[in-house]
């Protein structure tokens, strides 16, 4: 079974602060998705990491996919009271196995105003 | 970009009757469609792979007496929770590729509260 610890499970900070949520595993995922989920909603897609190293860009977010792909992080630079939610990372095992996400425990941020 | 339509939003049930669910492709094709299961506070969980044509592939642990699975259409896939319990009571949500690549993620529907009393 492929785990993917996601750490930390909260986070409260003010808004203009930075934070950095990971996401790490013993094992290869061909693929590492970042998801934000509202309460009483299904996750929606933040961003696709696929190369080893790869670093992608989202406005104030900065994904990272580790270079032997097995672990991710978000970073959110100066965050605002709108990106409080419920972050999650989601490792795809790929092959026979495509699309059979392997789910992070989640990251609940809030930003104070 | 891609939607995925998923009702009833929410459905509460007697114990021992049995609940379907729809999830829809509104503007692409999904020959596979993916079910997961998240309790409350907790993270999302594979349940089972639903293949347009071919029987569901389900999770080990999953029953798949009690849960269901029709993928009659490229763009239709059904949960049935079958002699549904207290303890089915969750929030089921499905997902499909989004255009059949490892680069584009997933689309998610929005979810179903399901509430067995």
């Known amino acids: 079974t492929q785990l993917l610890e996601q750490s930390p499970q909260f986070l409260s900070i003010q808004e203009g602060e930075n934070l950095t949520v990971y996401c790490n595993s013993s094992?290869?995922?061909?693929?590492l998705q970042w998801y934000r989920q509202e309460p009483g909603e299904g996750p929606v897609l933040l961003v696709t990491v696929v190369t080893g190293g790869e670093v992608k860009k989202l406005k104030r977010l900065t994904f990272q996919f580790g270079d032997a792909r097995k672990d991710s992080s978000l970073h959110i630079t100066a965050a605002q009271p709108g990106d409080t939610g419920l972050y999650l990372c989601a490792g795809d095992r790929g092959g026979t196995s495509y699309g059979k996400l392997t789910f992070g425990q989640g990251t609940i941020l809030t930003v104070h105003p | 970009g891609a939607v995925v339509s998923q009702h009833p939003s929410r459905v509460i049930c007697k114990s021992g009757t049995s609940v379907k669910i729809e999830c829809r492709s509104l503007?692409?094709?999904?020959?596979?469609m993916f079910w997961y299961r998240q309790f409350p506070k907790q993270s999302l969980m594979l349940m089972a792979t639903s293949n347009e044509g071919s029987k569901a592939t389900y999770e080990q642990g999953v029953e798949k007496d009690k849960f269901l699975i029709n993928h009659a259409s490229l763009t239709l896939s059904t949960l049935t929770v079958t002699s549904a319990h207290p303890e089915d009571s969750s929030f089921y949500i499905c997902?499909?590729?989004?255009?059949?690549?490892?680069?584009?993620?997933?689309?998610f529907g929005s979810g179903t509260r399901l509430t067995v009393v």
């Open positions: 503007d692409f094709q999904a020959t596979t």
């Open positions: 094992s290869v995922f061909s693929s």
């Open positions: 997902s499909a590729p989004n255009r059949g690549s490892l680069s584009y993620g997933y689309t």
